[in-house]
């Protein structure tokens, strides 16, 4: 691409700019918005080419596709933002089919009156995301909403990946007798973002867990045969207790778990306690479960734990057969207990 | 967490309810009645039912806030919610709570209503101070134990002059109903009361004087961890054995026996008893209530807006009624799994997690019966 210098004859003012409905409306400003902030930071050589496509080489295997929309409010949270969130969110849907994410495209609603800081600040986030999860963030679009008509920025991520062969993680594979197994403390995500949210003046130093998975998932696949993993999933909205529920329905079995094995760290715990909520419901983005053969439950958990991002991994519990495709826990009192489906919306707008 | 994980204890626990399992005797029923939905809710999340021998029998009583609140009263904060420039504040379960024809303060926000869920009712002063030129409605529910924290907030904005600030008063007493469920026939056949944890912070424990007085029954004031449900019931137990009949405290880390006198002291200043209070399942009762006291009326809802009372009638085939006097369990009641579920409630026993339903349906205790 050439630039004649008289196209954009000043710069984006990212320190005091905003965001104006001219932003979206195809023009010279759109494209200067675009080329200057969004290509400027995700550059690759198929954004670069500024289609309304990207043109990519067909890899070899089997495609992952996966789509995920992110409205987190508030947009920037201890851990995390909404663009790193954007980016991890969609790489963790596509590596838990076992696969290798490989280009995201994002699209963008602005709300006018955004500032371009604060644009430019998340931008720069998804594009270090994207850098760190090893992806190429290739195509885009940018819309912009009238203020009051949206809540700063939503985006919308869709990644393409490669599965590896021979790998298949539905959920619909758990069966009697396998292990479940998480790879690290759960309910960091909302918390974080709960104890930053207006209106809830709870100050507990606890950080979103936002991370991308495929690389732990890689060592999984090398660690096990690939048969051995039936199901991975990231536990997001609705928590541990919403995912183990799909599996359960989905594989038709049910689920023995040991409440003392959950792990959850204190300050979690604490603010749960506080705003009574089951840390069991509460969102993860930093951490996958996974369903695995039992003979191999033990090679499973040291590989979770060989990683940087499953050091806090712990075997949970087992499947069961059981028609009623119950998730049953053993309190740490000795009781028993289900873990039921998540009834309602426990913590709105928090990915 | 330390003063919590202490009273999760595991093996406390099964030595607690091995003792209990030794003492009791076999040849008798134990129908204990635990007072509050805090019970309800730890019994249930602890699964303490399969802890305790067979023939201790666990009934839920009314102590759940939203539970017992009238549909009618709902209908009025409804009402007040949908007027223009009032911003109706309430805590999070209030606004699923199904009103008349499965109506709701979310149902009402969707339709525009400005309806803001607080976790406290700081939270809704604050909003008055943020938003003067509106009118901010605190739609105050529960018993003594969220009364005190009102009163404050009356008082708070009566010093700062913050006029568009007022209360919804729906706080309601503990002794009266706990008297009504002991007067109904089904209230005769139970045996002890497991005794309000946090409602006795506030009132002690000498109000329930009147139930081993009146009705020869014991009442064991009991902590909402489930050692402290545990220890209750083996304390029940042996006074049963004993054929005693007191109230005790198995709660005396915080409960004292003349309860928290500041507290008593700000309600008695900003709030006086009502005449009569209609109650979700237990009829109207006297002296049952609590009404904003002349001195503080310009920050009562009621006297501000008049909203119009409105006679409900519940929904057909609903036993929270029943259920709130611990005279059926939830599985008695054909719509409990089917037509009621906590995606979809018809009674409020199903919305809160304190609520007998919901805590039966969520924590499974349907399954064991």
Redesign the interface.
Known sequence: MTRSPRDFPRRLDLARGRIELQHGGGGRAMTQLVEELFVAAFANPALCALNDQAVLPPPAGRLVLATDAHVVSPLFFPGGDIGSLAVNGTVNDVAMAGAQPLWLAAAFVLEEGLPLAELARIVESMARAAHAAGVAIVTGDTKVVEAGKGDGVFITTTGVGVARDGVDTGGDRARPGDAVLVSGPLGEHGIAVMACRE??AFDVPVRSDTAALHGLVAALLDAVPAAAIRVLRDPTRGGLGATLNEIARASAVGMQLRE?AIPVR?PV??AC?F??LDPLYVACEGRLLAVCAPEHAGALLAALRAHPLGQGAALIGHCVSDP?H?V?L?????????V?WL??EQLPRIC | ?KY?DEF???GL??GLAAAIAREVDPARAYRLMEFCGGHTHAI????????LPANIQLIHGPGCPVCVLPVGRLQMAIELALRPGVILASYGDML?VPGAGGDSLLAARARGADVRM??AVD?ALALARRHPQREVVFFAIGFETTTPPTAVAIRRAAAEGLGNFSVFCNHVLTPPAMAAILDAPEGTRLDGIIGPAHVSTVIGTSPYAFVPERHGKPVMVAGFE?LDVLHAVRLLVAQLGAGHATVGNAYTRVVAEHGNRKAQALMDEVFTVREQFEWRGLGTLAHSALRIRECYAAFDAERRFAPAEVAVTEHKGCECPAILRGAKQPQDCRLFGGAC???HPLGACMVS?EGAC?AH?????W?AA
């Open positions: 209106g809830l003392a204190e715990r604490a306690e705003l009574g009623q119950c049953e053993e309190t740490v009192l000795g009781g028993r207990r289900v039921d009834a309602g | 967490m919590l999760r204890d595991g626990a099964r249930a999340r602890y699964g303490l039912t399969g802890l699923r607080v976790y939270d489930p579920t906590p995606e997690s919901a349906y969520l924590y499974g205790r399954r």
